[in-house]
């Protein structure tokens, strides 16, 4: 199209429109970057850093960074991947990451990417931290072992739900979920199992109950595809159809 605006990634002319953040375009054209936080029905949050690109050098999180005419975007270099492999070795390690007994195992963005970024090992320490799961609503249960701090389910509830039940306390390894009950329980929350933010988490910390393995392991979303053929689903409800 003539008069259309592009951006160089990774050597492959990108296009873009007005307003577009990098992950936008590249989404759009089909062209995988790497991320857990981002999510295109939600304000770009840029809090997991996986998304890290290199623009004309600088270092900056494609979720969140405007396109931009004639820019030159690496996406695909051995240094990033080394940056996301550690990113990803912190988020498995600062919680409690159980793949081969976890219910979203095969459905898990967070363990398609470190598949897909070749982080097979882990090369720190396992905290263990002491989390609870909280079992007290009919239809949903929340493991505070798996949460990643993406934020996902805070968007979700705030601009879709429209209920700001969700919000992140305290500061760095001390950050946590909590959820807006006059207890702390999501059982005594206004949370729905027709709430959006019941199906936007990447990872297995929000989760329905008696539906979680409906879909054998096999044949779930990332065991049919990998993360970067399948597209953005961060947290889509993992179907048998899909």
Known sequence: MSGEKTFILDGKPIAFEDGDTIMDAALRA???IPHLCHNPEFTPHGS??????????RQVSACTFPAAEGSGVVNDSDQLTAQRRSLLQMLFVEGNHICPGCEKSGACQLQAVAYYTGMLALDFTHFFPRRSVDASHPDA???FNRCILCELCVRASREVDKKNLFSISGRGINSHLVIDSPT???????????DKAMH???????LPRHTAYNTPVGKRLYDRQPVNMVGDVAGYEETDER
């Open 30 to 32: 089909g062209e995988y």
């Open 48 to 57: 997991c850093r996986i998304c890290m690109v290199e623009v004309d050098g």
């Open 141 to 143: 249960v929340i493991d």
């Open 184 to 194: 702390g329980k999501l059982g005594d929350s206004a949370f729905a199992a027709t």
């Open 200 to 206: 936007v988490c990447p990872v297995g910390a929000i």
